[in-house]
């Protein structure tokens, strides 16, 4: 059987029909392209003629993933694929990670405060806070490794794999902590970090994922929010954020006041939260 086509507002042809099924299984005719042959009354969509019908029926079915079973429930903690889902839960992730640095800073500057170190010039040295969160990431590490999470990843219902599902190696993991600290986070340098972040932010929309998984072949995916997790994240916030203003508070007043004398009352009323000096 012969076949007339019209493409891009032309007519050509005869084409031989083994072609013709040739191009539909490769895919470079369009469903609805009209076509003609003898015994057609007029020139027809090519999906509707039915010596191809089947065939586009087969490749339809093909790209489309079947049904789950009637009655299947979703259990909890099924991941959902970002890449999949066209989605990177970019403020999930941001939450997550800015939980366990928070966390992590009170604990490192309760240890300077009980150290007797000087807490207001530790604040101070940029040498100093430049090597502040190495050690959070070297733990971030193992815990990636490990359990594929972290605190605040658990609580935001995050987790970290391979592409193929598999937990990184810990030399994977190294390897993806070291990107985070230096592109991600900017070392926590308060004038680095924020480029960094925002750098970050708009790589991730454009490709998909962030630099450190994209060129380490990792996947982050996502289980429902619990409000109880969401509950915990909320109050270890608040609770780290306390604690840091309880070390910090009184050399912060001390560098504004010096500024703006008229600043003082306004501290006051917070001095009952304060550590007492060491």
Not at 45 to 71: H, N, S, W
Not at 98 to 126: E, H, K, Q, T
Not at 216 to 222: L, R
Request: charged letters at 20%; hydrophobic letters at 45%; proline letters at 7%.
């Amino acid at each position: 059987m012969e076949i007339w086509r019209i493409a891009g507002g032309k007519r050509s042809g005869p084409f031989p029909d083994y072609e013709v099924r040739g191009w539909i299984e490769k895919g470079e005719i369009e469903p609805d392209e009209r076509v003609w042959h003898e015994g057609l009354e007029e020139w027809t969509r090519i999906d509707q003629v039915g010596i191809y019908r089947e065939l586009f029926e087969k490749k339809a079915e093909m790209a489309t993933p079947p049904p789950l079973p009637k009655g299947s429930p979703t259990p909890e903690g099924n991941p959902l694929d970002d890449q999949v889902k066209g989605r990177v839960y970019l403020m999930r992730r941001f939450w997550a990670r800015w939980m366990d640095l928070f966390v992590y800073g009170s604990l490192w500057w309760l240890a300077l405060y009980f150290g007797g170190r000087d807490v207001g010039a530790a604040s101070l040295n940029p040498w100093l806070m430049l090597v502040m969160y190495i050690p959070w990431f070297v733990l971030e590490a193992w815990l990636i490794h490990r359990f594929g999470t972290t605190p605040g990843k658990w609580l935001m219902g995050l987790s970290v794999s391979n592409d193929d599902g598999s937990l990184l190696s810990l030399k994977q993991s190294i390897w993806r902590s070291l990107r985070v600290l230096v592109t991600g986070i900017g070392f926590g340098w308060r004038w680095l970090s924020p480029l960094c972040q925002t750098m970050s932010w708009f790589t991730a929309r454009r490709i998909g994922k962030p630099v450190w998984d994209f060129l380490g072949g990792h996947k982050v995916t996502a289980t429902e929010l619990n409000p109880f997790k969401l509950m915990a994240l909320i109050f270890g916030y608040l609770a780290a954020m306390m604690l840091q203003f309880s070390i910090l508070g009184p050399y912060v007043e001390k560098m504004v006041v010096e500024q703006n004398p008229e600043m003082a009352e306004f501290y006051e009323p917070w001095h009952q939260f304060y550590l007492p000096k060491r």
